[in-house]
């Protein structure tokens, strides 16, 4: 019996330190788009309103957006990865209808790239997308400034 008590607490307390562990990233939890510090100049990717959640789940990052376009469409993209280097794909629905986007050209090279960054103060991010042109130069695509919800 004391055994079982033992093993049992021992369980707990593993699982526990694990959940505090995966849930230290400081980019963990809900984020709202601040429109007015942001740049989006590309219509295909501007939004008038968005919500960013970071989870962490088994070593995973779980990424989910609900956003509102510029056009006006509900958009939501979702993904899982772990960051060991491997590309992912990133699932996107758009007014109910699905599309996968692969920051790659057909080619096979890579044609961009997400670069996020922390606020000293934790209470922001900014989420920039960098692309290639075709000359391999990086170019500065949009930057999105997201306030902690």
């Known amino acids: 019996m004391r055994r079982a008590l033992v093993a049992s607490t021992t369980l707990v307390l593993l699982v526990a330190a694990m959940v505090m562990a995966q849930e230290r990233d ?17 219509p295909q ?5 968005e919500t960013v ?5 088994n070593g995973e990052e779980v990424y989910a957006s609900d956003a ?16 060991d280097g491997a590309f992912g794909t990133i699932k996107m629905t758009v007014d109910g209808k699905t599309a996968l986007r692969i920051a790659m050209r057909k080619d096979g090279t890579l044609n961009g ?9 934790g209470r922001s991010i900014t989420s920039s997308i ?3 042109d075709n000359d391999g130069r990086i170019v500065v695509n949009e930057t999105r400034w997201f306030d902690k919800k």
């Open 26 to 42: 400081p980019f963990s939890g809900t984020w709202t788009l601040n429109v007015a510090k942001s740049t989006m100049v590309s």
């Open 45 to 49: 990717t501007a939004s008038k309103s």
């Open 53 to 57: 959640t970071y989870r962490h789940v």
């Open 68 to 83: 509102v376009t510029a056009k006006g469409e509900a958009e939501h993209t979702d993904y899982r990865g772990v960051y």
């Open 113 to 121: 790239i997400i670069v996020r960054r922390m606020a000293e103060d």
């Open 130 to 132: 960098l692309r290639f």
